[in-house]
Nanobody
Framework: QLQLVESGGGLVQPGGSLRLSCTASGFRFNSHAIGWFRQAPGKEREGVSCISSSGGGTNYGDSVKGRFTISRDNAKNTVYLQMNSLKSGDTAVYYC???????????????????WGQGTQVTVSS
């Protein structure tokens, strides 16, 4: 059964940090690029970051550059999103998604990701 499960969300004060995890099962993880997306109430879904299937390529949305870091451990079928210097504007439900790719070193944030997780809530508030 194909599955993506996000975890690590929660309530954090402005300036704080969280690390989200996306754990996959049911498909060949190391042939898939992984993207992180977020959606706040009343707003469109926003691409946050992506990582290539090999882990050698990453991209970030302008709003998170310099604050968020994406990484992956293919042995654990897991992708991480380290979020630092969090702001109230980062409050959203965060989703991970997977896309099978042929080039292991590239990823595109706004690609047509095929598989999606259920999301984890991140709330940044004092």
């Amino acid at each position: 059964q194909l599955q993506l499960v996000e975890s690590g969300g929660g309530l954090v004060q402005p300036g704080g940090s969280l690390r989200l995890s996306c754990t996959a099962s049911g498909f060949r993880f190391n042939s898939h690029a992984i993207g992180w997306f977020r959606q706040a109430p009343g707003k469109e879904r926003e691409g946050v970051s992506c990582i290539s299937s090999s882990g050698g390529g990453t991209n970030y949305g302008d709003s998170v550059k310099g604050r968020f870091t994406i990484s992956r451990d293919n042995a654990k079928n897991t992708v991480y999103l380290q979020m630092n210097s969090l702001k109230s504007g980062d409050t959203a439900v965060y989703y991970c998604a997977a896309l099978e790719v042929r080039i292991p070193s590239l990823c595109v944030i706004m690609a047509s990701y095929k598989y999606w997780g259920q999301g984890t809530q991140v709330t940044v508030s004092s």
